[in-house]
């Protein structure tokens, strides 16, 4: 069993600032592919190939076949105990702030209600022409591209390659980090930005960092704290510690 370091218990249970950001680790811990490597391939496409605004434009049935493949996915998997110990965080602590670089909603049916989603989220869609966003699920086995009311088709409302993330979202979420005086980074690769500045910016404005993941990353030697395993292992010990079930 992982030893949580006292100082990290401390700082939960006076309830300061908490900031985290989780990534595909705490995902795949349910099941979801990364979609990288040997995963990375659907119908000879790769992931990379498939999630442009280019894509969607010159075949559009076949993105949109590649994200009903996904959506599937994620709806046959289940939150893990990660997901579950972050929503009874939030709870817990008044100045709580969950940004995700995921998009399966798999931190909301856990119970989680405040979350900065940096990168979209899959089950929501939007019209590519006009911008109207569509909250409600579709189908997994509808094979036609939706069409928006103006005519324009219906998109996926995640980020794809080339695109900006949601300005407002990403400015939200800088604010936490440099107002928490604890930041966990949990199951992300600390690479991709500008995400990966998040727990960056965190420490330089003075907060502990705690990095939990299973194999050490460009972020580890950083980490105030590294705590290595799987987060579904190690944030319920948090959790039970702190008092916060």
């Known amino acids: 069993m992982v030893e949580i370091p006292q100082k990290i218990k401390e700082l939960l249970i006076e309830k300061v600032p908490v900031a985290v950001l989780t990534g595909a680790g705490i995902s795949a811990e349910s099941g979801v592919p990364t979609f990288r490597g040997k995963d990375g391939f659907w119908k000879q496409h790769r992931a990379e190939e498939l999630a442009t605004v280019d894509a969607f434009m010159s075949d559009p049935e076949l993105v949109w076949g590649w994200y009903q493949y996904r959506r599937g996915i994620v709806n046959s998997v289940e939150p893990n105990p990660g997901h579950f110990a972050l929503a009874l965080m939030e709870k817990a602590i008044e100045d709580f702030t969950l940004i995700t670089q995921n998009v399966d909603n798999l931190h909301a049916r856990a119970g989680s209600t405040d979350i900065l989603e940096l990168h979209g989220n ?5 019209c590519i022409k006009c911008g109207a966003v569509y ?10 591209v939706p069409e ?12 794809w390659f080339g695109e900006m993330l949601p300005q407002q979202t990403l400015q939200s979420a800088f604010e936490a980090a440099e107002r928490a005086e604890l930041f ?14 998040l727990p960056i910016a965190a420490k330089r404005h ?8 299973v194999e050490s990353t460009m972020l580890t030697g950083y980490a105030d704290e590294f705590l290595q395993g799987a987060s579904g292992d190690i944030l319920p010990i948090i959790i039970k510690e702190c008092g916060f079930e």
């Open 184 to 197: 966990f980074s949990i199951g992300t690769s600390a690479i991709v930005q500008p995400a990966a500045s």
């Open 148 to 159: 928006c009311e103006c005519g324009g088709m219906i998109r996926p409302d995640v980020v």
């Open 135 to 144: 909250s409600k699920e579709v189908d997994v086995n509808q094979k036609e």
């Open 122 to 126: 899959i089950h929501r869609n939007k």
């Open 206 to 213: 003075g907060a502990c960092l705690v990095e939990i993941n």
